[in-house]
């Protein structure tokens, strides 16, 4: 099992950043995979950034390309998206998400609790 307890998420004004956090705990060593997704109102959740859990090969939506990055600090298991230049239509409840597997390589996903981001115009 693992864990995930979101952070960070508020009210900013259109041009302002913000960063999210996402720490992860239990079986981390598992982990393989990292991600953020976004959901707005009425809408089922959409892809942000994806990468290894190394932080290398990372994938990114073309709305966000540019603007936002996805890290993560090792020594802490915290997986991290630092969203610039945010803009009105980035408004949207975020969660973040792990892939792990099992010792017979099945993959199991999980997700954090979410975190209001608001941007105002």
């Not at 976004?38 to 859990?53: C, D, I, L």
């Not at 969660?95 to 105002?120: I, K, N």
Request: proline share 2%.
């Amino acid at each position: 099992q693992v864990q995930l307890v979101e952070s960070g998420g508020g009210l900013v004004q259109a041009g302002e950043s913000l960063r999210l956090s996402c720490a992860a705990s239990g079986r981390t060593f598992s982990i393989y995979a990292m991600g953020w997704y976004r959901q707005f109102p009425g809408k089922s959740r959409e892809f942000v950034a994806t990468a290894t859990w190394s932080g290398g090969s990372t994938n990114y939506a073309d709305s966000v390309k540019g603007r936002f990055t996805i890290s993560r600090d090792n020594a802490q298991n915290t997986v991290y998206l630092q969203m610039n230049s945010l803009k009105p239509e980035d408004t949207a409840v975020y969660y973040c998400t792990v892939r792990s597997h099992d010792s017979r390589l099945r993959d199991y996903d999980y997700w954090g609790q979410g975190t209001q981001v608001t941007v105002s115009s």
